[in-house]
């Protein structure tokens, strides 16, 4: 495969789930991005990872917590969510660190009940 | 407070009529890009411009920075039902981080 893929593509989970999603960049990139993208409102960036280290946390709450074991895979593990926290999630790769061209995988369209 | 503002938020139109799109801000980007989101796909970069004044075209799609670097537009001249989709604009300011518009959804009908 080529480019960002994720996985699960679709997942739907309850409120004391836990459950993790997947990315993986087949670009040789050494950033990579979990963004989540609600209905009207833009694409909100939720962590940052720069050669496997977090360089951003955007007051994102603790039931959600990333996990990159090197520069080509990412994990969002999540537990506890809310209903609100129903929407797609994003992941994206660069080159460099906060470069401007990022490339996006095809997200999570997560459900929380 | 939105730092990109994208107008309109939604557009229907029919195949082959023109269109553009508006990304506002009232502060200055060092660059700005434009991304086409299609239903259960993630966004696709289409073009970045970095110059105040820049023109950058792709097939039947204008893009346009303006000159003071607050602003950009995208056109689109007789669109097809392949340009449906949600157009995003994002913009750098210096060494920050990307921040994104809401987007526009654009239907286009056969």
């Known amino acids: 495969e080529t480019g960002v893929t994720q996985t699960p593509r679709h997942l739907v989970m309850g409120m004391t789930n836990k459950k993790s999603l997947k990315c993986e960049q087949h670009l040789g990139h050494n950033a990579m991005y979990w963004y989540k993208q609600s209905a009207k409102k833009p694409l909100e960036l939720m962590f940052v990872?720069?050669?496997?280290?977090?360089?951003e946390n955007n007051s994102v709450p603790s039931r959600f917590s990333p996990e990159c074991p090197n520069s080509s895979h990412l994990f969002l593990h999540l537990h506890t969510l809310q209903p609100e926290d129903s929407a797609l999630y994003l992941c994206?790769?660069?080159?460099?660190?906060?470069?401007?061209?990022?490339?996006f995988g095809p997200g999570t369209r997560l459900l929380v009940l | 407070t939105q730092l990109l503002e994208q107008s309109p938020q939604f557009l229907s139109i029919q195949e082959g009529e023109n269109l553009t799109v508006y990304c506002n801000s009232s502060?200055?980007?060092?660059?700005l890009q434009w991304y086409r989101q299609e239903p259960g796909e993630g966004p696709v970069l289409l073009v970045t411009v970095v110059t105040g004044g820049e023109v950058k075209k792709l097939k039947r799609l204008t893009f346009q920075f303006g000159d003071a670097r607050k602003d950009s537009s995208l056109h689109i001249t007789a669109a097809q039902p392949g340009d449906t989709g949600l157009y995003l604009c994002?913009?750098?300011?210096?060494?920050?981080?990307?921040?994104f518009g809401k987007g526009m959804k654009l239907t286009v009908n056969p």
């Open positions: 994002a913009g750098v300011r210096g060494s920050e981080k990307l921040v």
């Open positions: 990872y720069n050669f496997k280290e977090q360089t």
């Open positions: 502060s200055v980007f060092s660059s």
């Open positions: 994206a790769s660069s080159q460099g660190f906060l470069e401007e061209t990022q490339y």
